[in-house]
């Protein structure tokens, strides 16, 4: 893409609506505009790394077995009177009424219609697990929508839910989607720790939160040093069965007077939760009655749980977990481009020609680009492409008639000298 017939609205300034980094940074980089309280349009750049997020969230449900369905956004609140969450999910739920007078909701979460889908189509433990999801759009009327996309009030969740015959199937399918979390965060360059968390509106006795650690999280961790520990161990090291069994909990779950470990092995740190998982057993098939047929012929209510992820939240706490001074720096599974390539002189025959050259070669071969033709200062264009934050920038200028670029990369800032035949197989 060119820079110069990108809609890319930057801006120097400093939002003064905006006062954590991930804010400041998606709405400065020209990624979401605000449409409304808590609400937000996703711009081409912003929409990029929300798509990235998304396709690796699927594939990772994919492979763990789960199956991608889509459910609307609007649901009758018949079935949130049936579950009886009607009375008391409280304000959080957006309801109105149709045309006809029916009363309906923008879904907040759906366990109640993936439980009606599957009471009416499944029968039998034969048929049982299933793991069903869906990366739809939610709504909840947040009191006090903050921090961009990070509290907002509309936002993308992947949900799935679980259905078991019994409670030990129905554990195996947490622990299940419990390290497809951890894989599925690892592969955005995130280290999500689980801790034991508060299942709140949604239900049952299980659940732990997955969160990344970040100055300005909204939850207050308190954990095994061990996990720390493990943060900063590539997955494939980790011992899962050590990670499990090591002491983590959210801050409403943690009691100084019973908490099993020694103070000098705790590690107190701030957190943004990117994903939950609950097992509720059969709260929502039991008021639902949603029930199979055992092996015995006896009927049985399933057993269910549910897997939430915030995708469009992960845009934000990706950036909270790697920016500096100069704006955003990320991750390269899931930055909107991988390269940013430069025209350094403008108005440099040679230097146009080169970078024309390097960005048509990068195109051919897959390699996502966005190159800054703009007829601008080189000092504007800098700015703005460590603001975005690519993982690699490019720079035609000063050595372009002997070939040579500069490839710097926007983490570690080193910058290399090398000629434009190599730099291919570099990146
Ligand atoms: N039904 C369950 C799991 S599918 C559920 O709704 N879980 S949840 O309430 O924990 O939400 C799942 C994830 O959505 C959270 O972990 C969080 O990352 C994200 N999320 C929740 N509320 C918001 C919000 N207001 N803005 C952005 N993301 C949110």
């Given at each position: ?25 998606m709405?400065?980089?020209?990624m979401i ?5 808590g609400i937000y349009?996703w711009?081409?750049?912003g929409l990029?790394v929300l798509k990235?997020i998304e ?80 990366i739809?759009w939610k ?9 961009g996309v990070m509290r907002g009030r509309e936002f993308l969740m992947k ?115 990117v ?34 992820i915030g995708v469009s939240r992960l845009v934000a706490a990706a ?109």
């Amino acid at each position: 893409m060119r820079l110069s017939r990108y809609f890319l609205p930057t801006s120097k300034e400093i939002p003064s609506e905006a006062t954590i980094p991930s804010h400041q940074l998606m709405l400065r980089a020209g990624m979401i505009a605000q449409a409304g309280s808590g609400i937000y349009t996703w711009l081409p750049l912003g929409l990029r790394v929300l798509k990235k997020i998304e396709e690796i969230v699927r594939q990772e449900q994919n492979r763990f077995g789960a199956q991608e369905v889509l459910m609307p956004t609007i649901q009758p609140m018949d079935l949130w009177k049936e579950s009886g969450r009607y009375g008391c999910y409280g304000e959080e739920l957006l309801a109105f009424t149709d045309r006809h007078n029916r009363e309906m909701c923008y879904s907040p979460t759906n366990e109640e219609m993936i439980t009606d889908v599957f009471r009416r189509y499944v029968k039998s433990y034969k048929d049982l697990p299933i793991s069903l999801y869906q990366i739809q759009w939610k709504f909840r009327d947040e009191i006090r929508p903050r921090f961009g996309v990070m509290r907002g009030r509309e936002f993308l969740m992947k949900d799935n839910y679980s259905f078991d015959l019994d409670k030990e199937s129905a554990i195996r399918s947490y622990q299940n989607m419990y390290q497809c979390y951890l894989r599925t965060f690892n592969r955005m360059g995130l280290v999500a720790i689980p801790v034991k968390a508060d299942p709140g509106a949604i239900g049952g006795n299980m659940s732990q939160e997955f969160n990344i650690i970040a100055e300005t999280g909204e939850n207050e961790l308190y954990y095994h040093k061990d996990i720390e520990t493990m943060r900063t161990q590539s997955l494939d090291s980790i011992d899962l069965e050590k990670l499990q069994g090591l002491y983590a909990a959210s801050g409403e779950m943690h009691d100084p007077a019973t908490c099993p470990i020694h103070e000098k092995n705790l590690v107190v740190k701030r957190g943004i939760e990117v994903g939950h998982i609950f097992y509720f057993g059969t709260k929502y098939t039991r008021s639902l009655n949603a029930l199979v047929n055992g092996p015995d012929g006896s009927l049985v209510p399933a057993e269910m749980g549910s897997y939430g992820i915030g995708v469009s939240r992960l845009v934000a706490a990706a950036i909270e977990a790697n920016f500096d001074d100069r704006g955003i720096i990320w991750p390269e599974s899931i930055a909107p481009y991988k390269v940013g390539l430069i025209l350094a002189k403008s108005k440099d025959g040679v230097a146009i020609k080169l970078a024309n050259d390097i960005y048509a070669q990068l195109q051919e071969n897959n390699i996502e680009v966005l190159y800054d033709d703009r007829n601008a200062s080189t000092g504007y264009k800098f700015a703005d492409m460590d603001l975005i934050g690519l993982p690699w920038q490019v720079i035609v200028g000063k050595n372009a008639a002997s070939g040579y670029v500069e490839l710097k990369n926007r983490k570690s800032g080193e910058l290399y000298q090398i000629h434009s035949e190599e730099l291919l197989g570099k990146l």
